[in-house]
């Protein structure tokens, strides 16, 4: 049961660092309908798009190193609290991964203005 819920535990980190890998040399195509960054913002056109899959990439990576390197320290020495330990770093996980849409829409709304067009500095 422990390695179970080390595995669960480390797929949110393991996930947001592949697809960041993944999204930094190859962005999802915007035409498409698989796993991609789509809010109003971010399918103005296609700066933004290219803008919000570079951030969101560069923030993933960073955050699943972060995540996965806390997760795994976290499973090994809290391996008596495991049970409650589990939810509380998945819990932490989901944040950290919703936060990252409100931060990569901040640097939108900084960097655009709402048609789209590149904002004046």
């Known amino acids: 049961m422990m390695w179970f819920q080390v595995i669960l535990t480390m797929l949110t980190p393991v996930a947001m660092l592949a697809v960041g890998l993944r999204w930094r040399k190859h962005p999802p195509r915007r035409e ?9 913002l ?9 803008f919000a899959h570079a951030h969101l990439s560069k ?23 495991l049970g409650t330990l589990f ?8 944040i950290f991964l ?13 960097n655009f203005n709402e048609d789209g067009s590149p904002a004046k500095n």
């Open 32 to 40: 498409g309908n698989g796993l991609a960054y789509r809010t109003a």
């Open 98 to 110: 919703c936060l990252s849409a409100f931060l990569v829409d901040g640097l939108l709304k900084a």
């Open 59 to 81: 923030l993933w990576v960073r955050l699943g190193l972060a995540l996965a390197v806390v997760s795994a320290g976290a499973a090994y020495f809290g391996r008596s609290l």
């Open 87 to 94: 939810l509380w770093l998945i819990g932490g996980q989901m």
């Open 42 to 50: 971010s399918e103005q056109n296609e700066d933004t798009w290219r």
